[in-house]
């Protein structure tokens, strides 16, 4: 890979991870987004300013027009430095790149800047307590009126909505469509009367995830991205953004969490037991073939060529990321069971164990991802 590009990301973390910055190595990611929410901010600000946001993005909008190979590179040296968790993924990540696909000039103009700079954060509005993997049975309804879009509707298991200041959300604008015909794509700010965020309240302790209820919200009548009655093929694309570069740095903390998982299995003694030494390798191994088929999905991705590659990866991560947290319970032993502190302080490899149980239900549950496989790739007929 690009080995000029590697040394001036890794020197620019090298430099800026200190002074301010230097408490701020480790913090966020699942689970632990609450910690060093306003100093992680900051830190978004300055990549921004540096450059460093939004690699992907055209030159015309911000980005760097990065190759893949060189976003891939960043992700893996972010992650090699312990860089705090970003504030921005769902605004770099997802929305940005549906809006310079599908957005007017102006839409451009306005929200992309923003994102950019770390100015505006992003949740994403599509799960409802009916709609969550069937996301056509979307009910959150949207009307015209008065030159705006009035939405009233509950969505569920958003993200840092409590933090965002804009969501893209997904309605139904055209009364008596069903299924995936009649929905638009909004964008939709947060801070405003008939928005109402209420956090749920994890195994971790932690709230990261909401519930979100519009009650007569507004947004301008502007604010649709794409066509009004085409939001089903815009949000498709969204979810299509999901599966990236960033893809090999989540290894790399994977990796960091198989060594704590093995170094407690050393310090408690487990490691003496031949069975779970049995486990610990088939992890590792399972971790190595996890890398060779990111590389391979990646591979299909510059070729211009994303298929069910990413099904595969999402299922295959968020499986064995989840048995992980079973293997530390195990390598722990009695003290899986006692808090670090109280009330309810849990260990890293604690909060690994009940964080992951979420792994194979959001982004796609494995459910879903084995139906997309099974009928895409293998070409199985429709349960």
Known sequence: MDSAFRAEVR?????????????????????????GFALRRAWERRLGEAGWTCLGWPKAYGGRDATLEQQVVFHEEYARANAPHRVGDIGEGLIGPTIIDFGTEEQRRRFLPPIRYGDELWCQGYSEPEAGSDLANVQTRAEPRGGEWVITGQKVWTSLAHLADWCFVLCRTEAGSK????????????????VEVRPIVQLTGTGE????????????????????????RVALATLGYERGASTLGRQIGFRREFEQVVAAARRTGAAADPVLRDRLVQSWIELEIMRLNALRTLSSLAAGEPGPE??????????????????????????????EAGPYELSDLQRLYLFSRADTIYAGSSEIQRNIIAERTLGLPRA
């Open 209 to 232: 995830f909401n519930e979100v209820f519009f009650d007569g919200a507004r947004t301008d009548a502007a604010c649709v991205l794409g066509a009004p009655g085409d939001g089903w």
């Open 310 to 339: 990413a099904s595969i990866t999402k299922l295959y991560w968020s499986e064995w990321h989840r048995r992980l947290g079973e293997l530390a319970m195990a390598a722990l032993g009695d003290e899986a069971l006692i808090a």
């Open 179 to 194: 299924r995936h015909h009649g929905l638009s794509y909004l964008l939709v700010p947060m801070r405003q009367p008939g």
């Open 11 to 35: 020197a620019w973390l090298e430099a800026n991870l200190t002074g301010e910055f230097a408490g701020a190595r480790g913090l966020g990611g699942p689970g632990r987004e609450h910690e």
